[in-house]
């Protein structure tokens, strides 16, 4: 895997390069220290993906990731800083186009890349493959038969023998038929769990939802707190609901999108007899925070068959458990599909293990979830 890394700290180009050159199958074939210089290497020396400072004088790495997907598309992973700004530009350079980002330091401020080396790698490693992929897809199948402007589906519990590799892709799934829909009545509850990809894909699917939509709407993004937070605030500006990061305590509201804060969980619990947030810190075991596992599961426990579970594009396995609980509970699961996902990884393990009742691209995500509710 050939690395191009943009960064003018030199201190970090070092560290960088110590990790790629302690794993085997990665190359780092240039540095650039600014943001101009990483374009040019880009479009001259083609790397399978790039790590790009957001921070840097002259051109940034936001107007230079704006230009490398004009001029040469390649995978970039985003570095930041872990600051208020830093998370604010780290989501403008998602929107010029980068795939994923990393902060440069943990939550508490003291372990840096070098701690984070494994996960660095596996986004990379991924972002790479995902290119490969696109340049070696084959053909166009032809168009399908023209049906209703449904949804796919696929329903592995109506159909126990079927393959689970089939109902991952969500291509040879059946149609939604009419009377599958509506079914959220107006107590009911809408979770969203997502990673890496997640925050364009979030955005893109409340982008087609009116701002009265009936039932609240709670986000799980694997993100850290401070991104959390700009993240809520980013979406409150753009999309018509009203986006705020959810507090301990808080009762979920129609209309509204709660942001899970990161660095810890969030739960659905009851205060005063009535469906509210339940904050906790997480373990040391406990690998994701927030937890789409936790999440999911705390809604069943609470809102029961009255839930619908939608889990978007990220890498890892977060879901899968929650799914379960879900459908346990009576609830319904929607997966994203893999032509949509930046990473086909948390919904692909939720389709394969039978849980999805849908696999759906993002636009008819969208146009699904606009019709859920009774």
């Known amino acids: ?40 290497l ?14 840097m004088p002259g051109l940034d790495g936001i107007a230079a990731t704006r230009q490398i997907m004009q001029r040469c598309p390649t995978p970039i992973l985003m570095l930041s800083s872990l600051t208020r700004y830093g998370a604010q530009a780290t989501f403008d350079a998602l929107d010029a186009g980068a795939l994923d980002f990393m902060p440069k330091l943990d939550e508490a401020g003291t372990g840096n890349l070098a701690q984070q080396a494994p996960l660095l790698k596996a986004k990379l490693r991924l972002l790479a493959l995902r290119r490969l992929a696109a340049h070696t897809a084959a053909p166009a199948r032809p168009a399908a038969p023209s049906f209703q402007p449904e949804f796919r589906k696929g329903r592995e519990q109506d159909n126990p023998g079927a393959e689970p590799a089939k109902q991952a892709s969500g291509m040879d799934a059946g149609r939604v038929r009419k009377q599958d829909e509506h079914f959220l009545s107006p107590r009911g509850i809408l979770v969203i769990g997502a990673s890496t990809g997640g925050p364009a894909a979030v955005q893109k699917v409340l982008q087609g939802l009116p701002a009265s939509y009936p039932v609240p709407i709670v986000v799980l993004q694997h993100m850290p707190a401070l991104f959390t937070q700009a993240f809520a605030e980013r979406l409150n500006r753009i999309i018509p609901l009203a ?9 979920p509201l129609p209309g509204h999108v709660y942001i899970a804060p990161g660095g810890q969980h969030t739960q659905i619990g009851w205060r005063q007899g009535k469906p509210a947030f339940v904050m906790r810190e997480a373990t040391p075991k406990e690998h994701y925070r927030p937890s789409v596992d936790i999440g999911f599961s705390s809604a069943a426990s609470v809102y029961r068959a009255d839930v619908l579970g939608v889990v978007l594009t990220g890498m890892g396995s977060d879901g899968v458990l929650g799914a379960r609980a879900l459908k346990a509970a009576g609830g319904r699961v929607w997966a994203q599909d893999k032509d949509s996902s930046v990473i086909y990884g948390m919904p692909m393990e939720v389709a394969k293990a039978g849980l999805a009742d849908a696999v759906l691209d993002l636009g008819e995500l969208a146009a699904g979830l606009a019709r859920v509710v009774r």
């Not at 390069?17 to 990483?38: K, L, M, N, S, W």
């Not at 986006?243 to 009762?251: L, N, T």
């Open 1 to 40: 895997m050939r690395i191009l890394i943009v960064d003018d700290s030199p201190f970090f180009r070092r560290m960088l390069r110590e990790i790629f050159a302690r794993e085997p199958g990665f190359e780092v074939i240039g540095e650039a220290t600014d943001g101009e210089h990483g374009v040019s």
């Open 42 to 55: 880009a479009c001259q020396l083609k790397p399978d993906v790039i790590t790009m400072d957001v921070e």
């Open 243 to 251: 986006v705020k990061e959810a507090e301990d305590g808080e009762q």
